[in-house]
């Protein structure tokens, strides 16, 4: 079983203040969470500098990913090397996602930028039942929303500065191994802990 962030912005993000080097010291240092998903805002640029730093520590991994901002609602796409083709519709970034076995996840779907009930209108595979930067009402509410759509849920931080890194995780069941992990999220092998701070699910 491994324990990822899936979901965080990088100084590849105009609005995050984490550089790679940063993201990979900090995996390096953290006692359980050794892997990160990279999901800069509508760019795959960071990949593979973060990738090129982590590859000198073999217990760290770094998950490709990219969060697209389409007019409805952000989603991440884990596994994504580059971005979809444009327009960037819901219906074309799911389809992306699905064409190259990378998994489309419903981005903090109550909260700003979210998509909220029209995820229901797609084939997304996983819903993000938890984010770091969103409110418990709107993470309850996304995990709701994961139930009622018989998806996996997961969990990343959506850290944009170093402090935010780590503080939110997923627990999957696989090894750490890119394809394997994206395998396991889609056949729900995924356990999001209660976060210490927040309301019960
Ligand atoms: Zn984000």
């Known amino acids: 079983m491994i324990r990822a962030d899936l979901h965080l912005h990088t100084t590849y993000s105009s609005d995050s203040s984490i550089t790679p080097k940063t993201l ?10 050794k892997v990160a998903a990279v999901t800069d805002h509508d760019t795959t640029c960071g990949i593979s500098v973060t990738r090129q730093l982590a590859a000198a520590y ?12 389409t007019p409805n609602g952000d989603i991440v796409v884990l596994g994504a090397e580059e ?17 190259h076995d990378y998994v489309s996840v419903v981005a903090h779907p109550y909260r700003e930028y979210g998509m909220g009930d ?9 819903v993000e039942v938890f984010n770091g930067a ?15 759509m018989g998806l996996p849920g997961v969990a990343g ?30 056949k729900g ?4 802990p209660q976060p210490r701070k927040s309301i019960r699910f």
């Open 118 to 126: 029209l995820a229901r209108n797609y084939k997304f595979d996983a």
């Open 134 to 148: 969103s409110t418990p009402t709107a993470n309850k509410l996304a995990h709701d929303l994961a139930k009622l």
């Open 189 to 192: 092998l995924v356990t999001v």
């Open 157 to 186: 931080s959506d850290a944009h500065q170093p402090a935010e890194l780590c503080t939110v995780y997923t627990e999957i069941q696989a090894s750490l191994d890119v394809d394997e992990i994206l395998k396991a999220v889609k």
């Open 24 to 33: 990979v010291e900090q995996l390096v240092a953290h006692d359980f969470i």
């Open 83 to 99: 971005t979809p083709p444009q327009p960037w519709t819901v219906q074309n970034v799911v389809d992306f996602a699905r064409d």
């Open 58 to 69: 073999p217990d760290i991994l770094i998950i490709p990913g990219v969060e697209i901002s």
